[in-house]
């Protein structure tokens, strides 16, 4: 007898948690608001890049310099990579070789790249920017879901050009990623407003 009782309390039990669950189903439900994920971000500290180049700039305490290992890279092709942020700056360096023809097709080779992305972005601008020390800078800003949000070229127009590009190495949408972006481009305008030619 004592265990039919029991048998009976754990069913009466069990109906009552049912009830109960369901009860709550019908109570109105309101989606919690959209989150990003939380990004902590290293403060902006710079150091001098290694004296093996034909430029030099100022780059991130954050980031390791690697030799550019594409099948086609050429001397003096680095990658500024930045390993908590899985994020890097991409830099291709070319001599102009005093020839104003050789100049302009790779200025247009640098805004075929940034076009390139027309299909997923949904906005590209193109600006020049002065630095500080009167070098002219074009900048390339993309929005939308791109893998380079950024990307720039200076020259001197007779012996130097300089292409850079930021990659995203995550498939996060950008719009989250948007605190690193913003890292970067104060990064690469650090690195503009440094540079020396050789």
Not at 42 to 54: F, G, N, R
Not at 70 to 86: G, S, T
């Amino acid at each position: 007898m004592p265990k039919i009782q029991i048998v009976k309390g754990l069913v009466v039990f069990a109906f009552s948690v049912m009830l109960g669950s369901c009860s709550k189903s019908n109570q109105e439900y309101s989606p919690k608001p959209r989150g990003f994920n939380r990004i902590d971000l290293p403060q902006h500290a710079y150091q001098t890049l290694p004296d093996k180049h034909p430029y030099s700039f100022e780059y991130s305490k954050e980031a390791i310099i690697q030799l550019d290992t594409f099948k086609n890279a050429e001397p003096h092709w680095i990658i500024v990579y930045y390993p908590k942020l899985n994020t890097r700056i991409q830099f291709t360096y070319k001599p102009v070789k005093n020839d104003l023809g050789r100049l302009q097709n790779m200025m247009g080779d640098a805004a075929k790249l940034a076009f390139n992305h027309d299909k997923k972005a949904y906005s590209i601008t193109d600006k020049i920017l002065t630095t500080k020390s009167g070098k002219r800078a074009v900048v390339f800003e993309l929005e939308g879901e791109v893998p380079s949000p950024y990307q720039f070229f200076v020259t001197d127009s007779t012996k130097h050009y300089l292409r850079g590009a930021v990659y995203l190495m995550t498939a996060t949408e950008n719009d989250s990623l948007k605190p690193i972006i913003d890292y970067m481009k104060v990064d690469s305008r650090h690195i503009l407003e440094t540079l020396r030619w050789k």
